[in-house]
């Protein structure tokens, strides 16, 4: 009885909140309504006794994907107004083709055939003996371990793909090499120099810091947002 | 288990790993040849390796090795190596040669031999999913040209609605007959007249999503963009791997498992196959651009391939496997005429660039020359024994509709294709092409000799696709 | 081997002229024709003289075999009956004279002259391969031949557009001619399954009654062939209806206009008829048609001669009317006076054709009798051929034509049939208009003021004695042929000359009958050339008001003679303006826009359909996604609909 009343709470949300995502005007807001249909989506799989994929949906799609999402929108300057003008021109073909799809769809669908007893097995879900997750990777390291490695690829190819499509090796932007500065020696930094009197320092002035080797004219020059503290680094070793 | 069976994917796998580590700690400066060289000794391995194999089931129903499987691998290499060595010196003439080239090659062709040796759906969507990701990387990977950026990003979001529809297919094909498995799918469709339509509806859609890796239409429209965007040899490496993998996955799906249920499905390929002939031939017409060209006759192309496959037969089946062979040869003799066409140090697309390069560099004009009539379908050349035995197939079950069509496209599309011999030897020549590197010659003149002399021996291929026909359709 | 040399010098010669002339020059190409030719005759007079009174061997002289096909035959031969040799003889001399002729009269021509004599001798070759043929096929090939030398020849001059509009004019009414010839040929082979003379011949008797249907009635088959073969004949000899071409072939040469259309090729309708007189004789009906054909003829042609005033047009009518007679005769199986007059006909008329050529050669080139005038006393001896050729050709005793002319008139007359009758007056008034017209020619050329104007009459001077000589000796030709060979052509000794050569059926009694005739229809002939050449004295010479008052009188009359009796104006209507009409409509409608529109109607198609699906591709990435979901929407659809 609870258990009819949750599932068409939660799928309610989940329907409405997802057609807020794509007709919500503030980016943001389309963005937390999605959080909120993932939420809804989890609470749906543990109604349907897969505790540890409601847990993963949580983790992964909330707290990676939803938040990349809201980066991605909060950095961005979209002027989402433009992006959706063609809205009101594409609607009428656009709504068409999509009842089209739906009434195509219903009509196949509407030939699904329920099992007698599924009505009893959606509210028991649980195999007796043993946790969702074990079951789980009982089942990905043996019999589908071939799968899993294959997915394991598809994670390698994508992060190699980031690396080439966007990392810049650029000279300009300077490093910490924190082994560096935790070897650093006190005989580069200090040094003690006995002064002669009614002299001044001017005499005995060496740089401390070594200049910073002269910019490469082949490497692409991008104007840093914050342009400043390569120069200001020059003025502090200067004024010493 | 048997997971022997998947050696080539598992030495693929293992070198690609190995290629990228050696890339990223030995930072000489041709780092990127040595790499490239490492990756074509990986692919001779794992044709060896896929030659050796015995056949069978392995990882439990996963994956098959069968000779069409074997047939399939050999291609894909074979077209991946021949990409790759065209991409080593043109890579370093436009400015951007890296290692991770040959290693993003290497995993896509390791995704295509698990799309070739797929026997369940979900193997078939990882296959699938592991090719397509580093086909997009390598569609923008000359980063600082806009328009390859562009072709990796449409082909990428194009690609990932495909996939979303080739899932929801799976998910329907799933829920209406309970297993993902190929044999016991085949076994759950054995009567037609039982098969709900949801299943059927769930076949069309992950027809759609295969449709589109083949760019069949109306799913080609991401096409001309990317294989005009993208940098030559990986626009060769989209015409000719990832085709052969996705037509062979295509063949495998609606022969085997939806075998019988082929008839219902017959007069959708039929329509994709006529809309495919159609809008190739008559699209590439109006181009300008040499490239968009190569596309819309590859999107012509595979039409005439799909003829064989909604005849259906063992003799369907070998006609669009002699085709797929044919056409990949053509078409890398083709594309490493394009590679040539430099001038100045800049790379230029446009057919009236080619003008007088009959005069100017005769030999590689001969070559174009046969690749295109060979693309047209002129006797002897390869290209017309590819269409004949397509519509051969067709004509033995009575289709001849089709055929005619075929043949009336034939006709239109051999225009354009002699249009650009035209303008070969009859335009005013223009500057010389800068001087093309040994490795382009080689490999053009290799593929065109396969092409023109496929008519003298063709036994070995066309005994290879029939035994793997035989094997398909069991 | 003599008769073989006497057919084959002329080609020899015709070669040589030809293939080498440009090199060896026109002084040469000349020798060497008239050479070879020189040694054709005397050996074709030769082989004619041992016929005539030496009783020669009569071997057919084999060649060369040529077609060998299941039932059909034909092999190159020399065939050597009298019909043959007398031909053969006559040709070679009459070729001889007009090359020595042309020597000088194309001596100031503007051509390369070798071009000349190679297609005279071409000519002489094609002909007697003509009159040597023992098979129809090797006949057409000289039929054929002479037609494409007159082509040649007319059109001479090729870059007057006259003159090759009128060699083609000639090719083409031919043409019609020799479509019934072949037609003819093919029914031959079918009713006898042979086209050699000697098979066809033997079997005359047998294929008597056989007979062909055609246009759902059965005719026999005899006439049939008879007709068709005599619908080709009057092509070449240019009877009514197809004559057109032989007036404007006088476009040509003079010498041309002599061997040709005088002497030789027109002829060889007439020699047709003789050589297949063993199936003609068989065919009433078909004698019948050529009686009554070449009688009209021989009376309207001569009408038309009266009124032209171009002196070579005159004697082309002239031609055209005396080949009626010779078809008079042979429509009255008369075969061996067709011949004979033939014989006397190809020197007399030879002679006028050339004194002409001297007379135009004299006046500079002038050919309109309206702008001669008083010239017999600056070239008399021109003046004295024409004479002699005239009185030939009017048929005054004792010159050939008398004998040959009389003959024919006299036996269309004895033929007792309704066509021999009508053949005998058209015949008979014909002679008249022919004295007439000739004495008109003559008068009007050489007698009354000059009409020329000063310069021309001062230029006037006899031809070279290179044009003169052969003048002579046609004019001896045209004098004694008649009574030294009457004998053996149509009198007494005629069976022993032909020798079967010409076959009449046995109730052919026309040459006896001839000896019985009521007197005046001997005198009639003469009677009537008398009193034409009288008129012509009284019209042109003495009361010279009395040609243009008939012609103001009897308007209608005049203007049918001076237009030709509006042949040329007809045909035009009736068949070259709708042949071009036909020919510019399937051309520009039929070719250019229906069956060259359908190609290119096409290619319009296929490249307006590539603009359209072009713009398909919009470059948004929105617009292919939403094509894609139409794609799975249609497809879906489809399923639908084929469940």
Known sequence: MIASIAFYVFAAILLVSAAMVVTARNPVHSVLFLILSFFNAAALFLLAGAEFLAMILVIVYVGAVAVLFLFVVMMLDVNFAELRGGFQRYLPVGATVGAVLFVELALVLGGWQIAPDAGQLRFAPQPPDVHNTAALGRLIYTDYVLLFQIAGLVLMVAMIGAIVLTLRERKTSRHQSIAAQVGRDVRDTLELVNMPLGVGVSEFYRPLVEQPPPLHSDQPVIAHAGGGHGDGGHHAAEKR | MNWQLAWPEIALAVCGMAILIFGVLWKGRSNAFACSMLTAGAFLLAALLVLSQGGGLGYNGLFVVDPFSSYLKLLILAGAALSLILSVDWNEREGFQRFEFPVLMLFSVTGMMVMASASNLMTLYMGLELQSLALYVLAAFNRDDARSSEAGLKYFVLSALASGLLLYGISLCYGFSGTMNFADLAKAAANPAGVSPGLIVGIVFVLVGLAFKISAVPFHMWTPDVYEGAPTPVTLFFATSPKVAAMGLLLRVMVGPFGHLLPQLQSLIVLISIASMVLGALAAIGQTNIKRLMAYSSIGHMGYALIGLAAGTTEGIRGVLIYLVIYVFMTVATFAGIGAMRRNGRTIEKISDLAGLGRNDPMLALILVICMFSLAGIPLLSGFFAKLYIFLAAVQVGMWTLAVIGVLTSVIGAFYYIRVIKVMYFDQPEAPFDRRPASLSFVAVAAGLFTTFFFVFPAPIIGAAQVAAKALLG | ?643
């Open chain 3, 1 to 643: 081997m003599m008769y073989a040399i006497a057919v084959f010098s002329p080609l020899v010669g015709c070669l040589i002229a030809g293939l080498l002339g440009r090199s060896i020059g026109g002084r040469a190409a000349q020798g060497v024709t008239i050479g070879f030719m020189i040694l054709a005759a005397i050996c074709g007079v030769t082989a004619f003289v041992e016929n005539t009174w030496y009783d020669a061997e009569q071997e057919t002289v084999p060649l060369l075999s040529w077609v060998v096909s299941s039932t059909l035959h034909a092999d190159w031969a020399l065939r050597h009956d009298t019909l043959s040799v007398t031909m053969v003889g006559m040709v070679t001399f009459i070729a001889t004279l007009i090359h020595i002729y042309s020597v000088g009269y194309m001596a100031h021509d503007a051509y390369p002259v070798y071009r000349f004599f190679s297609y005279l001798s071409l000519f002489t070759f094609a002909m007697l391969m003509l009159v040597t043929a023992d098979n129809l096929l090797q006949l057409f090939f000289g039929w054929e031949g002479v037609g494409l030398a007159s082509y040649l020849l007319i059109g001479y001059w090729y870059d007057k557009p006259s003159a090759c509009a009128a060699a083609i004019k000639a090719m083409i009414v031919n043409r019609i001619g020799d479509l019934a010839f072949v037609v003819g040929i093919a029914l031959v082979f079918f009713t006898f399954g042979s086209i050699e003379f000697p098979a066809i011949f033997g079997a005359i008797e047998q294929h008597q009654n056989d007979l062909y249907g055609l246009f759902g009635t059965n005719f026999r088959a005899y006439e049939v062939i008879g007709v068709l073969l005599f619908i080709g004949a009057m092509g070449k000899s240019a009877q009514i209806g197809l004559h057109t071409w032989l007036p404007d072939a006088m476009e040509g040469p003079t010498p041309v206009s002599a061997l040709i259309h005088a002497a030789t090729m027109v002829t060889a309708g007439v020699f047709l008829m003789a050589r297949m007189s063993p199936i003609m004789s068989y065919a009433p009906y078909a004698l019948a048609f050529v009686a009554v054909i070449g009688g009209t003829t021989a009376f309207f042609a001569a009408t038309i001669g009266c009124a032209q005033t171009d002196i070579k047009r005159v004697i082309a009518y002239s031609t055209c009317s005396q080949l009626g007679y010779m078809f008079v005769a042979a429509g009255v199986a008369a075969y061996q006076a067709s011949i004979f007059h033939l014989f006397t006909h190809a020197f007399f008329k030879a002679l006028l054709f050339l004194s002409a050529g001297s007379v135009i050669h004299a006046v500079s080139g002038e050919q309109d009798m309206r702008k001669m005038g008083g010239l017999w006393r600056h070239i008399p001896l021109t003046y004295t051929m024409f004479w002699v050729g005239s009185l030939a050709l009017g048929g005054v005793f004792p010159f050939a034509g008398y004998y040959s002319k009389d003959a024919i008139l006299e036996a269309s007359y004895a033929s007792g049939t309704l066509s021999g009758m009508y053949g005998f007056w058209c015949g008979l008034l014909g002679a008249f208009l022919t004295a007439f017209y000739s004495w008109r020619l003559i008068i009007m050329t050489f007698h009354g003021k000059p009409r020329a104007d000063h310069h021309v009459m001062e230029h006037v001077h006899e031809s070279p004695f290179v044009m003169t000589g052969p003048l002579i000796l046609l004019a001896i030709g045209a004098t004694v042929n008649g009574f030294v060979f009457r004998r053996e052509f149509i009198g007494e000794g005629w069976p022993e000359f032909w020798r079967g050569a010409i076959v009449i059926t046995a109730n052919n009694h026309v040459l006896e009958n001839m000896e019985h005739l009521p007197g005046w229809v001997g005198l009639a002939p003469t009677v009537a050339g008398l009193t034409g050449i009288a008129l012509a004295y009284l019209a042109y010479m003495f009361v010279p008001s009395i040609p243009p008052a008939f012609a103001r009188v009897f308007r209608p009359i005049y203007l049918l003679a001076y237009n030709k009796w509006y042949f040329d104006e007809l045909y035009d209507f009736l068949f070259v303006r709708p042949t071009f009409w036909l020919a510019r409509n399937l051309w520009q409608i039929g070719d250019a826009t229906l069956i060259d529109g359908a190609p290119n109607g096409m290619a319009e198609i296929a490249a307006g359909s590539s603009r359209q699906v072009v713009k398909i591709q919009t470059g948004s990435i929105a617009v292919y996604a939403f094509v894609m979901l139409i794609g799975v929407v249609l497809l879906l659809g489809l399923y639908m609909l084929v469940r």
